[in-house]
């Protein structure tokens, strides 16, 4: 005979899976340092690639207004204004990816508890074992 | 207006039912609009005005991601902007590429607010998506309308001034033509006033609804609005940036479509309010219950 709850457990268990299973147990596969400092390595990466495209972008289009304030200021001056400007940036999009990342984590663990607990139950149900409160009552 | 729910309910068994289909068919219409949009407002380039190359387009959108739409109308936008002046071509192309790595390595699910963005504009009512934004994808969708609002504002300012590009590829001449391009688009303060009404309104909206007052929803709408009105419609006059009939229509609009997302979305009976309290071993729970409203009487449904 079909058991109501089993089907609806199951059917829980299949839903969240198919919404959350690609990105929650992908991240389940990691410690919570290491996917940080994966994630951390990758944004260091693409902000440097923008930061590149973007001083590339400066250099073609305003290399007059470059080359006039290196005669004024010298080229460290520039170059300093230049590196503080990359380095605040990437602090910035570094603290931003930090704490989207914990936060992911930190979901996404959660997400495995509760997957984990109708797993749990599921499985008591199957072998005919009662709940602790159950069995205690 | 509970035909309203009954027709939702239908239309939600529907979309569980054919979901697979569905989701495609939404994403080819979503980028066969955005595609023909583009070419309409500035099809300057023949080979990207042709249909099959849309429907190619629209096509690659149907079987990738919905954020990816954002990249073919980008990529649109880029090849009609390269006929009329290579500057634009180029700092358009700077931008897609520093957005694409900067937000869409992080959130690539809400690109698609990159491409609606752009969309409402073309179609002067830019004023429906900040209320429906802040109650359909929350605060986060700030930062994509932030991204998104420049890269308008740069096609716009082409499009006006599309006679004036010499696009020749000689330096002195590009150089001039990015000294005019970045006056234009980034000392603008239309566009600035456009994405402080866009941030305000979409934090404004997005906080007020997740309160546990009553009415949190219609609430924020009214508020979204009333920001939209006093800094979208008043300081777009007072900068001439805006055309008050479109405006006071996009309003309009604005209001119309985040009542019936409300309605369709968040229909509660406040009425039927319960408060309970209880504690477990751990922790105090103070629990307001709110009842939805169902088009049917559960009882009846059953039997």
Known sequence: MLNAGKIRLMTDLAIYEKRNGSSVFKINNFYKSDYIIGHLIASFARYTLCALLLMAAAFFFQTDVLFARINEEGFSGVFTEIGILYGAGLLAYLLITYWVCSARYKKAKRGTLLYATKLKRLSRKYCGVPRRRDAEQ | MTGLLLIRDKLRAFYSDFDVYIRPLLRLVFALLCLLSINGYMGYFPLLQRMPVVLLGALF?????????????????IGNMAKVSLVSAMVAAVWAVVVGLLYLGFRPKQGWVLAVIPLCFMWKIPFVLPVVLGLAAGAAAVVPAVCAIPFWFLMQYVHENAEAF???????????EFAALAGGVFRNSYMYLMILMFVLCILCVSVIKRLSMDHAWTVAVICGIALEAVLGVGGGLMLGGGDLLWDLLGLAVSLGIALLYEYLFFAVDYSGTEKLQFEDDDYYYYVKAVPKIKPYDEDERRE
Not at chain 2, 61 to 77: D, E, Q, R, S
């Open chain 2, 61 to 77: 959108c149907m079987l990738m991601p919905l954020g990816m739409t954002a990249f073919v109308a980008a990529v649109f936008v």
């Open chain 2, 166 to 176: 010499q696009n020749a590829v000689d330096f002195n001449v590009l150089t001039q």
